[in-house]
């Protein structure tokens, strides 16, 4: 539970007035610091692949030979109908 420090009729405390700080000076930046900067922020550039890759890959999607005996069967889940068990025992004991 939760306890209060101050009675109920007290008069809120008033703080002293917040400090202003001091404009700051502006920071320049330079364009080495610019370009360093922009070098971290973009991604490396894709390292070149050899065209007999790109062949090879192309023969392999068409020449694949695809078959359904790779394919696991589906197995067989039994439904969940655990909720509904209270229900039917209710429902045959009325029957009784």
């Given at each position: 539970m939760t306890d209060l420090i101050a009675p109920f009729d007290a008069e809120p405390v008033k703080r002293p007035a917040d400090v202003e700080a001091p404009p700051r000076t502006p920071v320049l930046i330079t364009e080495q610091q610019v370009l360093f900067?922009?070098?971290?922020?973009?991604?490396?550039?894709?390292?070149?692949?050899?065209?007999?890759?790109?062949?090879?890959?192309?023969?392999?999607?068409v020449f694949a030979v695809s078959s359904n005996e790779k394919?696991?069967?589906?197995?067989?889940?039994?439904?969940?109908?655990?909720?509904?068990?209270?229900?039917?025992?209710?429902?045959?004991?009325?029957?009784?």
């Open positions: 900067a922009t070098a971290a922020a973009v991604p490396l550039r894709p390292v070149k692949t050899r065209w007999i890759d790109s062949v090879r890959a192309v023969l392999l999607a394919r696991p069967k589906r197995r067989h889940y039994p439904p969940r109908v655990d909720f509904l068990e209270d229900s039917r025992m209710a429902r045959e004991m009325t029957r009784l």
